[in-house]
Each structure stands twice: as structure tokens, then as C-alpha cells.
């Protein structure tokens, strides 16, 4: 998953929420544009967009941006930050057996999970179906575990990506059709009528969609909140082809040669691009 991008209203609100509670990297700041993330890997672009409303309640959209750490030590590190920064942004934590994973809301009501993945080796799959959990996850007990003294005192950040993105959707059916069927992912957890996970190369999940607060919504307006979500393919030849299958289920697309566009079934914008 490349970076998500986020319409925002108060472009520096949310600068400083990422930057110094979220512990992103600012890499550049043109304009109405800021891009965070660590190193040179961009993770939220943020776009200032103060004309626009906020997106109405029960909506589609971004449930939430997931944000991977490689080390609990690094997880540790922003959970503390933005705990003890912004610590009324905190809306839960659980284990999900294959992550640990702390959840906040940013100014603008924009979900974000902060997370780390256990090995792959530790993951059980059954009939190709990951085991997920909600178990109970301290963040004081897990804080206090792997956050040494000297990782708090240091200014250096270790790498972090976008692990992956979830998705306010109207229906699950209408997701699966889109999402597994049509754009090619594999499902990998089901929860009944009211969420699905899809991944690709056996990873847990790459994106998630669930009902839980939008049933029954129709496609967005124009508002705050997701601008659009990234996926990144291995090459050219894998863009072509889902520029192909994409034609093919009769999704209209927006191709530049470098990107391919297009909108799921709510409205929410998908930009595709090849690593290579």
C-alpha cells in the first residue's frame, strides 16, 4: 500500500498532529500539498482543502490508515508520543493475534491505527482464512515493556510504512464484487455481513471494508477527510493488466501511463501505480 491522502481543513492542524504526535517525518511541504512519513517513504499526504465541509455522518470513507512499525520498540515510541501529546485523540488498542495495535482519531475525525506485526510463522490460516482476535492490549503494560529510556530519548526514527487501509463501505456484498472479484485482492477474513478483509501475497490484510458505521450509505460528496487511497504493483506489466481487467468488468479508469485511477462503488478513489 502506497501513502493514503487526506483533504484537510486546517492544513497545519494536522501537520503538527502527525509530525509531533505521530512521529511522521515532514518530507516536503509545497503549498497546499505537506507529505509525512520516515525517511523517503511518504505516508499521509495531506491536501488543503478549507472550502470543503466535513463529510457527513454514517458516510463512506476512511475507517482508518494503517501505519506499520517494524519494531515494537518503534510502535512503543509513537503510542507514548501521541498518548501523551494528544492523549484524548486515544480511542482503543487490542491484540489481533497476528498485530498489536493502538487506534486514534486525528483533529479531523480521520481514523489511524498504529501497529506492529508478529512473524508470519505465528500466523494460523484455515481453509485460507486468517485467525484474527480482538484481545485486550494494555497500552500502559505495553508501553512500559518496550519502551526503553534510551529509544524515548532519541530524536531518530526507524522505518514505518503503510501496512494497510480500511474503509467505510454501504454493504459488504458490493465490496467483496469490487474489491476481490473485479480488482483482483484475495479475501482473507470474513465477519459476517458487516466487514471483509482482502489482502494479496498472503499478508493479513491490505485493506479492509466494514459497515459498521455506514450501512446502507450511497457514494460520497465532495468533502474533508479521504482524498485517495494508494496501491502500489510490482511492475508495468501488472498495471497493465488490471488496466485490462478493469476494462474488461467495465469500471471506468483514468490511465496517465504511470497511474491507473478509478472509484469503488462509494466513491472512494483508488490510484494504482507500478513499484518499477
Do not use: C
Not at 492544513?11 to 523517503?40: C, E, F, K, N, W
Amino acid at each position: 500500500m502506497g501513502a493514503v491522502t487526506l483533504r484537510a481543513g486546517n492544513l497545519d492542524a494536522l501537520i503538527a498532529y502527525y509530525r509531533d504526535a505521530v512521529t511522521l517525518d515532514l518530507i516536503s511541504h509545497d503549498g497546499p500539498v505537506a507529505v509525512l512519513g520516515r525517511g523517503t517513504t511518504p505516508i499521509v499526504i495531506l491536501q488543503h482543502a478549507p472550502e470543503l465541509a466535513a463529510a457527513e455522518p454514517r458516510s463512506a470513507g476512511l475507517f482508518h490508515t494503517a501505519i506499520l512499525f517494524e519494531t515494537q520498540t518503534e510502535l512503543a515510541k509513537a503510542v507514548y508520543s501521541v498518548g501523551t501529546k494528544h492523549p484524548g485523540t486515544f480511542t482503543g488498542s487490542a491484540d489481533h493475534l497476528v498485530s498489536q495495535a493502538f487506534y486514534f482519531t486525528d483533529p479531523e475525525g480521520n481514523g489511524i491505527e498504529l501497529y506492529w506485526d508478529r512473524d508470519r510463522t505465528l500466523w494460523s490460516w484455515t481453509h485460507g482464512q486468517v485467525e484474527m482476535a480482538t484481545l485486550a492490549l494494555d497500552p500502559n503494560a505495553f508501553i512500559g515493556e518496550h519502551l526503553t529510556e534510551a529509544a524515548a530519548a532519541s530524536s531518530s526514527h526507524g522505518p514505518a510504512t503503510v501496512g494497510h487501509i480500511h474503509l467505510s463501505v454501504g454493504d459488504v456484498a458490493s465490496a467483496r464484487e469490487f474489491y476481490v472479484n473485479r480488482l483482483g485482492f484475495e479475501a482473507t477474513a470474513n465477519f459476517g455481513p458487516s466487514a471483509l478483509f482482502v489482502s494479496a501475497g498472503g499478508y493479513h490484510h491490505h485493506m479492509a471494508m466494514n459497515t459498521w458505521q455506514s450501512q446502507g450509505a450511497g457514494r460520497r460528496r465532495l468533502a474533508l477527510g479521504l482524498g485517495e487511497v494508494s496501491i502500489i504493483v510490482p511492475g508495468a506489466d501488472d498495471l497493465g493488466s488490471l488496466s485490462e481487467r478493469m476494462s474488461h468488468y467495465g469500471v471506468p479508469t483514468r490511465h496517465d501511463g504511470q497511474t491507473l485511477g478509478f472509484d469503488d462503488p462509494w466513491a472512494n478513489r483508488i490510484l494504482v501505480r507500478a513499484a518499477h
